[in-house]
């Protein structure tokens, strides 16, 4: 089913030794996570207990979301909340409470820790138990943490999910799990295409709603549609789920290689699987060729952020015609990430984690035609000359199999064209 | 625990973070996860700033817990020293960093760094972003300010614009000028663009020109007492305290009080007959208590609006503002929770707020035009073009952008008058705000069926039920006077003790609240 691809590296960066960094990190934690997920989990509160800096980010990242009565808050700790720690539990309970009392919509709660609540330890597991016990059947209580001692970016995704996973019901049904929250369009698409090869059934993790929850089991078979579930993906295979290795779906190569691997398991003939891809195919090839003129021979430069770097790397590299020079992950998990290392012919450096100021020279040194990196390394990079694309808007926009393909391509090549075109510069 | 979902002001490192992000040659050594980095991006994004902050984050993670994260700070503050060469380091720590108690202040002592280290003591849990801002400027000024003679023409220091402030660029443009037009330079802009050295001739000025107390009031005093400069009272935003400004610094000074007015076209385009429909129009104020009490003078006395409520967020001026609404005669609100704000603009139904970002968006959900006034502001009001709050062309500026989202004179006459017709209804909103205002927030449903009448009370013991009649008539009232005709009407309602409105019971209370 690999045909019309160009054939795999004769060497891909598997074996690569991988640049591993420390030093600081310009990256996000794991709260801003809690932005794209209360979108997904319509019948969730997210409530962060951390201090005013992680509301702070919050209403940051959020943007212009903040004003939609959004499902998420934090409970900001205060002084005396510091002195004793019996007294922190009584609080939680009356926050929640309180919460609770204003939104009877709320059907699953989680408790998200904070760097400040983990250093003091306070005790969020032990919470959401009681918390769930008292406000059972009506609410269910978890918790996990987004704090930045221990998460980066889309790692809080992670953290969220993987806290789901022991609670779900156990079956023994024959399932295909699809895991990772992908905007609801790039969802019905990856269904429909399995459903027309006679997959299913079908069900996505986190599923939209508590009622709508299903089983896991030892029949289940999972596929991850992002990269970043390394947690989630562990807990599963503990519950007895049997996870399908793919590249991850990005691009024409990415989303074809990706169907294939549950195709296969389930037993679709190369003809049906022809018969439902072809024309999706051929859409998406065409739009990343015309979306990528501007990447073709271009080189392209990671910084960390969310772990999507590697699967990036290689649609850019495979379908655009870039070349990478750098490839920044916050974290690589090799299981998980393999599948997309084959692909990616050896050539650029693999970092894993970060000293932001030695890679800022590497990139400088390098002068990439196109940077990928966050928000506060963006504008200035761009004042030194180097074209940026900011990697959290592939994070919120939806990116993943065919039809999105060729949006893929056009957020890369978007700031290309824009250098390209901007003559700002006294005339001659 | 305080339940937040908005934050008017972030803690105290941030405002640290806008102090040390206005200077150039000074560096920040944070104390603080991974994760906290955040913040860069209020300056590179919000600001558009077209480098990174000067701030080195020591981002400890979970494994780095126990004795190592002293020495990550130790190796964060050498490297930082060795790659950036800072006149002066400011050390401290973030929340979280707070908890760990490393004390970064002790360790930058023993690290022997070549340039003054000022530690920096921002306590999260207690104070926010102002207070840090303030704190992080006095222990600059206090470590690095030297006594120097004085200029020998007569000098003044512009103190308190920071990164990140609402028009803190511009208004430091027309400052100069306005000092300019009286013979007096200026001496030192800080923390705005200053070096460590810039502060150590800050005792050379004659005065201090306390731009912003938010920000600099602990520094002004502290130069106040140690080089004996005056610093000036008053905010020149607005024609008034533009030239109660300048009387003050004749008085300072004993120069002339001299105002280069041909610029100022303010007092004329507000005097007017196209004006008229402003006067008495109900204004809310909302925001930082400076530019609340100094919008507040310009609301009243300059652009003829009644002033119906005003606050704070930050408590270091409430008692301003408690003043204020005493001279005002209306209730001050000092609050940080916007759910109190909202609360309070729909009590009071105005017809205008002036306001931050997030009264901007409480204003657009109950259909009410905002014009902001104060940070915290997003994107669009770090304008690319010259737009200044103080002097002479801040004055201009404010009468633009408080009349713009109001609806024009004639269209309101128009509104009125054909408030029954099909292109110009009154849920079709004002022509040029773009969007449709939604007033289900105020409390205005939809009737279910014209038969059946809808009990819309909001406030009061006794359930008042709006007849249909009545209730078709109150939506022929246009929409942004609606609010307020609603209210009207249920008081004077309650104080009658009567349960039903009527068409006549409307009038009557519109009569009766006639000015």
Redesign the interface.
Known sequence: MTDRFAPPPSKGCSATPVLKER??????????GIIWLHRKMQDAFFLV?G???C???L???AG?M??AE?R????????T??AGLAD?QV??D??VT??LERRPDIKQLFLVGS??S???KLDLATAAERLSAQFAPSVRVLSYSG????T?FTQGEDACLAAMVPVLPKTDARELLLVGALPDVVEEQAVGLLEAMGIGPIRVLPAPGRDSEYGIGPNTVYALTQPFLTDTHEALQRRGARHLAAPFPFGEEGTTQWLWTIAREFGVSAEKFAEVTDAPRARARKAVSQASEALNGRSVFFFPDSQLEIPLARFLTRECGMQAVEVGAPFIHRAVMSPDMDLLAEGPVIAEGQDV?KQLDRCRTARPDLTVC???????L??EGLTTKWAIELVFTPVHFYEQAGDLAGLFSRPVRRRDLLKLEAAE | ???????Y???P??GAMRVATAMKGLHYVLHA??????????F??IE?????PPV???????R??GSDTAHLFKS?CL?AYE?FKPEAILVGA???AE??QDDPGGMSETLGLPVPAIPLELP???R?ENFGADEAFFQIVKTLARPVEKTSHVTANLIGPTALGFRHRDDITELTALLSDMGIGVNVVAPYDATPRDIARLGAAHFNVLMYPETAETAARYLEREFGQPYTKTIPIGVGATRDFVSEIAKITGRNAALEEARLRMPWYSASVDSTYLTGKRVFLFGDGTHVAACARVARDEMGFEVVGMGCYNREQARLIRGLAKEFGVDPLITDDYLEVERRIEELAPEMILGTQ?ER?IG??LGIPCAVISAPV?VQDFPARYSPQMGIEGANVIFDTWVHPLVMGLEEHLLTMFREDFEFHDDAGASHHGGKAKLREMGITEPETPAESVDMTTSGPVEIVWLPAAEKELKKIPFFVRGKAKRNTETYATERGVAEISVDTLYEAKAHYAR
Not at chain 2, 1 to 7: D, E, G, I, P
Not at chain 2, 48 to 52: A, C, E, I, M
């Open positions: 030093g600081q990190h310009e990256v996000f934690c794991g709260l801003t207990v201090s005013r800096t509301a702070h980010l209403q940051s990242a212009v903040i004003f959004p998420f808050a934090t409970a900001i700790l205060e002084e909340d510091l922190a609080e939680i009356r926050v309180e919460l760097c400040p983990e250093v003091i704090s930045g001692i221990e980066t100021d966050g928000l506060g390394l963006a504008n200035p761009e004042a | 625990m305080k339940l937040t979902v908005w934050t002001e972030g803690p490192h941030v996860p991974q994760g906290d980095t955040y913040a860069d991006l209020l590179t994004m558009r700033r077209n480098h990174r080195t984050y020591t981002t400890f993670q979970a780095d817990l964060a490297e790659r973030s929340c979280t908890l760990i999260s849990y207690q926010k997030m968006h657009k959900r997003h």
